[in-house]
T-cell receptor, first 116, second 117 residues
């Protein structure tokens, strides 16, 4: 079955330190990969996506993610965390060749807590 | 700017009531979605629509129906609300696309918190 896994329910980092939120996927074919962020009581905001090309993708708010095909991973990173980055982060994948369904498969989410 | 608007942010309904959740997008997107979000489960697709009056079931359609009479509006209907439908509901939209255009971004609304008592 096609799936996305975010192995950590919560990630804690100190402000100013680098952060990583992990994501691995299992899909047939080449995937399109997305990261979204959700602040409390809000909808999901798009951060970045990997479609093709350079494995390192840069997105909003200083975030970036690295696509690693051999490890089937798409980890979200930021060199220096801010307290305002504290939120719920979702990884999602759309399998290549899924037609026009537009369907995304989401991970269960990782809560990022950045402490001052 | 992209805008997906869910008219009701917080609702409390009684078991057995018929519930309508409304969603409007102003981006002329063909695709619209309803997801349900529950802690520890991520987002699960309820229904998807790729054109006016067209719909497809998602992963958890049971107990729900949808209506898309106009391109910009996609409604989620709970025919007879039950307590296990207490959840956050997220509407989303995107452009259509196959192949590499399948990478088109999905944009989400702010969510509707539904409590069924």
């Amino acid at each position: 079955a096609q799936s996305v896994a975010q192995p950590e329910d919560q990630v804690n980092v100190a402000e100013g330190n680098p952060l990583t939120v992990k994501c691995t996927y299992s899909v047939s074919g080449n995937p399109y990969l997305f990261w979204y962020v959700q602040y409390p009581n809000r909808g999901l905001q798009f951060l970045l996506k990997y479609i093709t090309g350079d494995n390192l993708v840069k997105g909003s708010y200083g975030f970036e993610a690295e696509f690693n095909k051999s490890q089937t991973s798409f980890h979200l990173k930021k060199p220096s965390a801010l307290v305002s980055d504290s939120a719920l982060y979702f990884c999602a994948v759309r399998p290549f060749g899924s037609g026009n369904t537009g369907k995304l498969i989401f991970g269960q989410g990782t809560t990022l807590q950045v402490k001052p | 700017d992209v805008k997906v608007t869910q008219s009701s942010r917080y609702l409390v309904k009684r078991t057995g009531e018929k519930v309508f959740l409304e969603c409007v997008q102003d981006m002329d997107h063909e695709n619209m979605f309803w997801y349900r979000q529950d802690p520890g489960l991520g987002l699960r697709l309820i229904y998807f629509s790729y054109d006016v009056k067209m719909k497809e079931k998602g992963d958890i359609p049971e107990g729900y129906s949808v209506s898309r009479e106009k391109k910009e509006r996609f409604s989620l209907i709970l025919e007879s609300a039950s307590t296990n439908q207490t959840s956050m509901y997220l509407c989303a939209s995107s452009r259509p696309g196959t192949g590499i255009s399948s990478g088109n971004t999905i944009y989400f609304g702010e969510g509707s918190w539904l409590t069924v008592v």
